[in-house]
């Protein structure tokens, strides 16, 4: 669904970036996001290369999934995701994946981690470091 790499920005000629977009952007790390199945890149200024990339394998899709992953989301603090492809499916299996900065967490990411899996449907969850 997608592929992502944190880079780290900075100025000059060696880069794919003006100049004038680095100075705009205001940050020394960015996160790059290749989704897969259109294409596209896309690039979220963070100001740390700690960046998490979670996948939730939805094995039966219910009602009330979104509700209780806000309410995970909410008890954990994670309020600021930097992307997220929504829910997907594939063939008969639903995911959910999302990118965000670690830092915002008010508990460690195995917390995080045993309250997704306690959702309703989560049949798998993924949940690691983005590569620098």
Do not use: R
Not at 31 to 39: C, H, P, Q
């Amino acid at each position: 669904m997608t592929k992502a790499k944190v880079l780290k920005i900075e100025k000059g000629d060696s880069i794919t970036l003006p100049s004038d977009f680095v100075d705009k952007i205001d940050h020394k790390y960015g996160l790059v996001i290749l989704v897969v199945k259109d294409g596209n890149v896309k690039l979220y200024p963070v100001d740390s290369d700690k960046v998490m990339y979670l996948k939730l394998v939805i094995d039966k899709l219910s009602k009330s999934f979104l509700e209780e992953l806000t309410e995970a989301f909410m008890e954990v603090a994670l309020e600021d995701i930097l992307f997220t492809s929504g829910i997907c499916q594939a063939a008969d299996m639903c995911y959910y994946e999302c990118y965000f900065t670690p830092q915002q967490l008010s508990v460690g990411v195995d917390k995080l981690q045993s309250l997704l899996q306690g959702i309703t449907g989560v049949k798998q969850v993924k949940l690691e470091e983005v590569t620098t």
